[in-house]
């Protein structure tokens, strides 16, 4: 972010965000291939499993079926401690 969002504050969720969803992103055009096409994009964008990003705490990962587009199936509970976020337990899935 430094180098091309100096003026971003890297603590910002929409920032995070953007970065995991581009992730995401380039690995469904990577899949893609060279076959750019609206039906390829959906068939590979729908066939995404267990899809680990940068950005997304460890065991959060993307699952999006031609069945269910909600890519997340876990979540982390996180308690502010005054300082900082703590995770509290294991992920739990949805």
């Known amino acids: 972010m430094k180098a091309y969002y100096p003026d971003g504050n890297p603590y910002e969720q929409l920032n995070a965000a953007g970065y995991w ?3 995401a992103m380039a690995e469904i ?3 893609c291939g060279d076959d750019l096409t609206r039906a390829n994009l959906l068939k590979q964008m729908t ?7 940068p950005m997304l705490l460890p065991g959060i990962t993307l699952t999006i079926t031609p069945e269910d587009y909600t890519p997340f199936k876990r979540v ?6 005054g300082t900082r976020w703590v995770p509290m337990g294991a992920t739990i899935v949805n």
């Open 29 to 31: 055009l990577r899949r």
């Open 76 to 81: 982390q509970l996180m308690r502010f401690d």
């Open 21 to 23: 969803n581009a992730a």
């Open 47 to 53: 066939d995404i499993r267990e899809l680990a990003v």
